[in-house]
Every structure is written in structure tokens, then in C-alpha cells.
């Protein structure tokens, strides 16, 4: 058969469904969404979907406009930032210059670049795990860095993002912020001295929303209006009616989203802590999971044996600098501290 | 600024929203969906929201597999089906040789080759606004043909697609059957015979959910892994969890939509009458539309005038041959009484 593409597509955490199963392996949010998401649901016509939905997604974006201090058209919604950022590939790195992003990173970067046959570089991490902005000098197409990083945690401030962007004003820098909620600040105050940056955040992780399959891009209009376009040429309604809806709810309760992001931060250093106790050595980490080792402990065999008691982290075994770490989300106080005490039972 | 993309995205219909308007301009189902989907609305719980949604879609493909009598591994499932048709131009279309579909057909074929940056050759309708495979023999990287056609609303019979996917055995060839519920057979029995056969399909229009944005395609299990893999490249999770589970409600409730489907066909045939009686011509449709011209109006200035009167039927300036024509979705009796009775009025 003539054409057919050969990929090696993205592997997600498995996504297991066992009765009283701890499941921290995917960086989900233990707590259920706002109640008023609950409210919108209930009061759904379902006879609303027969009509498609909505084109512009207006309702969401005037909400986060409101949110974030925006302009709607500094805003694009997806079908959660996996299709933001899969569009932002198609929209921005166009060169032929090599995209930028470092080798641990949130995995689906080089798949993006593989798919869309973009030229890419790796960059190594440094020795302590972070992002040395000096190994990103040389000519490229455009530069992918998630903030916190994934897996590792790791927070780089706004003042060395800043000057980051001025160095590489000609190419989009997107800043993937799936995570930023939990860290000590957003980079979108320097939207407006940096056309070139892009911002990409999720529903996902902070609001408990990853069933419901919204993300979005900020930046400037003109680039917006770019990313909007590639969204028209490929699936132009991929966010349905409920879930535009759902998510402007969503949105909208800063109130009770702030309250759980502020409880997850607090278990998570509570967690971090009992780790150290137990002679795990952590990164220290701005968002929802942690990544974590202990010289004296095989990961893979700690992960085999956290599955077998119902309790499902992740372990990656490439690349080979990963592969003596656990990386644990952050679900309820009460779920991390079964966590410790088997953790614990396993080490005796 | 490098490596910014620049496209011309494909132009949906208004999506227009006004009180007692009647909206026939995107082949929407005027007929709520299932009250079964209502039901499982209603029973959803949304804290199910915080987790992923299924990686695998296991459910809906049951409740597909046996309502076509195919395999589950027969079937993948997507964000519309737009998003099916654009993971299947990534996965199929990778040959040197151009891809044909026809110059009038679904505006947005054209616009996933130009995204892609796949070689295409568009092959004009023959007088009579009909495909003439005979056409179809030079050289060619896979072919895509919607059946029934749109915005024509002609069938090819399963007679003839089977000898033309004998005759491009070596390629894949995607027929688009988004409108074979309102039509006379489907392609699923060639599926056997012919590996090479990629059938999509949708759920908004028969099944009344434009909204939800659910689409599969069937085949043979090997190609709908290559397919499974780019999506699996490109959004993993795309159909959102009350998406899957609306539209599995909605998939075994077929009693309800034959009934809603027949009485839209028996609409469809009381409509091309009643625009014969006023002297137009219309083609002869199996799908929820009707394409339909007249010697002595201009159907622009129709169109603006059925606007005014906030009915919202589709106009297309472009092509040529297209710009003598309406395109009227099929609604309810009453709707489609009170068109009726607006072009009567119109013409006096």
C-alpha cells in the first residue's frame, strides 16, 4: 500500500480503574471540579447539541480574558493543550532552522516535531535537572519550554524568561504552563513587551477538568489569529458545546479553584517532606507531582510494588537519566499518607 | 518573525443564533437527539471529570462494532469527523503522487492537502453534477470521495466503488459517508473485500449531536492502527468523556433515529416537490440537504431576502458552477412549510 506514514506515537500514563486504587500517575487533580460545573451539567438541554458548537468560543474566552487580564483575541481555545500546542507546531516552526526544547521535557514535543517533520535539537538539562537558557544560542526556529518543566518540577523565574525572549525576539517561544498554577508565578506579564511569546495552559490539572478537553493559547493577536487559522484548517468546532460551557463555569470559580490549588501545595510539601524522611532525595518542585529518588531503592521495583497494592505512580524507564526516579502527582492528604505508609512497609 | 505559517482555513456556515430562526444552513438534524443521551446527561457525575477520559474509547466502539457488525480494532474514533479525515490524510496521504477528490465535494479535502502540504489534483463533476470514476485513472496517491457527495447530494452505488477500489487497489481510498444514514446503502459491505477501503463517519448529522463533535472511521484493523497512532500523535485524548458516553447512548438507540431519520427523507422528498411546483430544479438527493437552482432567480439576492426573514439557508459564491444554487438543509415539516410558503411570497 502506497503512503501510509510510519510514527512512533506518544505513550501516556496507563489510565487503570480499579475499585479504592490510588491513581497519582498522571497528574490529575484528586478534588472533583467546581460545584458550579456541576450546576451548568444539570442544567444542560442536551437538545442544545444538535446545533454545532461554537466557532469563536466566546463565552470561554471573554471568562478567561477576565481571568487572566487579557483581550479575547489574545485568546485561542483547543481541544486541551494538547491540541493547542499540536497547532502552535503547525502555526510557529515553519523554518528550517532546528525548534529548540530540552530532552526532559514533557514528552509529546519531539512527537509534534516527528509528526510535522520539523527540524529539532534535544538540549540537555544540566547536571541539577534544570534549563540552562546558555545552551539555547544557537540559530534556531523556535523554542519549546514548559514552565514548571515536566517531569522534573522545576521553576524558572520571570526575570530569566524576560531576557530569554529579547535574545530570541525573532522565533515564537511558546512557554507550556500546564502546571503554573502551582508555582510561584504565570509569565503572562511579559506578554506585552515580548510579541514572540506564547503562553499554552490547560483546564486540566488545576481545575480537575482532564475528561473534559480544554486548553488554550495566550499571546499576541497577531500570532493568536495565526493559530486560529491552522485551528479553522483542521478541526474548526474541536471543543463541543458542554465542554465550552463546563469550562467558562469553571473559569469563573477562582474562589474554590484557589482553595484546592492552595490544599495540593500544602500536601505536596507535607509529602516532599515524609520523602526526605525516608531518605528520598526530591527536585523541588512548583506543581502538582514530584519527582523523586533514593539511593538505596530500585524505582522500578518500588513501582511494580506500589501497583501491586492498588497504588498507581509513574516510572519511566528511558531516558536512562530518568530511570531512578519515581515521579508521584499529588492526590488528597489522605491518599499521600497511604502512599508513605507503604512506602514505608516496602522499606522495612 | 520566522517560520510563521500562512493558510487560507476553510470557511464553515454562520453559525447564526436569533429567536424563531429557521437555521438550515449546515445540515444540522432538527430533531433532539436520543432521549437516552438526555438520560445519561442527567445521571453524569462530575467529579468522573478530574480523570482522563479513555484512551482507547472502548465503549463507543462496542456499541459501533455492533451496530455495524464490524470489530472494535475495526474502528477508531475522533473529535468530529473532522478531525478522523485529518488524521487520515496524516496517516494514508504520504506519496509522491498527487491525491484526487473531486473539484466540487467537501471545501475542506483541499484545505487538510494545503495544511499538509500533500500534492492534490481536484477532478471536475461531469455535466451533470455527477463523479465520473472513469476520470479517476491517472497516477494518484490515494483518492477521498464523500458519499453521498455534498453539496450535491448524489450517490454512487456500492456497485460501482467496488470496481473502483479494485482498480486502486494500491492506495487508499477514503469515502466520506457523513450523509449515508439519509441515503439508500453504505460502503461497510465492500470492507472485506477491500483493505484499501477507509470509511468515515459522523454523528452529527443523523444522530443530532453537531454539537458533541464524534466521528469514527471503519477498516481494515491494520490501517486503522496507522491511524490509531497518529492520533495517538497528535491528541490522545480528543473525545472527552461525556462526548464518549453520549454518544454511546446515542449509538444504541437506533430505533429512535430511524424514526427521525425516515421522516426527514420523507421531508426531504415533500420539499423537492413543492420547489418543483415553484419551477426549481433540484438534484437528486439521499442526503438531510437539498442543492437546487432556478432559471429565472438569482439565488444570491434569494438568500439575502430568506435571511431577512431569519431563515438561514447556504449560498456558495464560490465555484462558478456552484453559484446558481441554494443549498437547503432539510429541517422540520413545519420549517420546511413556512421556506416553502417565504419563496412563494418572494416570488409573487
Redo the contacts between chains.
Sequence with gaps: ??????????I?GI?PSTAGMI?IN?N??????SPS??DV??N?D??????????DNLALKKALARKHDVHPEQLMIG??S??VL?FSF??????E?PILFPDITYGFYK??A??FRIPFKEIPLNSTFDIDFSDYEELN??IVIANPNAPTGLFKSAENIHSFLQKHA???VIVDEAYVEFAEESMLPLLEQH??LIIVRTL?KSQ??????VGYAIGAPE?IA?LE??K????????????EQ?ATAAVEDEAYYQKITDEICITRDWFSEKLADLDFRSLPSQTNFILSTHNELNMEELYQYLASENIFVRYFSKPERLNKFLRISIGTREEMEAVIEKITQYMK
Design positions: 500500500m502506497k503512503g501510509i506514514r510510519k510514527i512512533a506515537p506518544y501516556p489510565q491513581k498522571t490529575e487533580n484528586p478534588y472533583p471540579p460545573v456541576a451539567l444539570k444542560f442536551s437538545e442544545q447539541l444538535k446545533r454545532y458548537s461554537s466557532l481541544n486541551g494538547d491540541e499540536a503547525l502555526a510557529f516552526f515553519n523554518s532552522d512527537v509534534w516527528d509528526l526556529g523556535g525573532d522565533v515564537i510579541p514572540n486540566s480537575s477538568l482532564a475528561g473534559l478537553r500570532y495565526v487559522s491552522i479553522s484548517s483542521f478541526n474548526p468546532y474541536s471543543v463541543d458545546t458542554l465542554a463546563l
